[in-house]
């Protein structure tokens, strides 16, 4: 996939050879996503995603699988295969719809840092991390990607000052993302 700025979008560009992968995109990732359907039919998604991590690529591999009503039963069990005896990058998605946004985004962010690529082979992107930060008010999915890009860390946002926040999120949600970290402490004093 690259960007076409002819429209605004993004051009899917369609080949035979992927590879194991779903996707390639331009910032050197590539994607694999595990549909409801392949959770539900049983083990076969483990193969191919145990083939998609031994693949021997220079690209960062993430893994996208839906977490829905039918499939939330297997979820952590999937998360923990991914994640733990892979130590692939898991991105929970609610659907195809949510998967082509995040995709869509990660393309034309490619000129910004990727927040899901690893800083060292030990660190591991957290999901969790993107979610406890869209628990913030006013912050959502595109805040919450933008606040991790320039704090890659809950402590170093935490001990951030409205004047840092301010060019990344606004004034408004500035004050609201410190005085939600802050406001525990502020009552103690």
């Known amino acids: ?41 049983g083990n076969g998604y483990k193969r191919k995603l145990v083939r998609y991590r031994n693949a021997s690529s220079s690209f960062q591999q993430l893994v996208l699988v839906e977490n829905t009503r039918l499939s939330e039963q297997y979820f952590s069990a999937v998360q923990k295969f991914v994640v733990f005896d892979l130590g692939l ?9 949510e998967a082509s946004q995040l995709i869509t985004q990660m393309v034309h962010g490619e000129s910004r840092e990727n927040p899901f690529r690893r800083r060292s082979a030990s660190r591991l992107l957290d999901p969790l991390v993107l979610a406890l930060v869209q628990q913030v008010p006013g912050v959502g999915r595109v805040k919450a990607l933008a606040l991790l890009q320039h704090f890659p860390s809950i402590q170093q946002l935490c001990n951030a000052a409205p004047a840092e926040l ?24």
């Open 1 to 41: 996939m690259e960007p076409d700025s002819s429209c605004g979008g993004v051009k899917i560009l369609f080949e035979n050879e992927l590879g194991v992968a779903d996707f390639h995109l331009p910032n050197k990732s590539c994607i694999l996503y595990v549909s409801e359907c392949d959770i539900i039919a």
């Open 89 to 97: 990058t898991l991105l929970p998605v609610s659907g195809q719809t």
């Open 166 to 189: 301010e060019p990344i999120v606004g004034q408004a949600a500035a004050q609201q993302i410190h005085s939600f970290f802050h406001k525990a402490t502020a009552a103690g004093t």
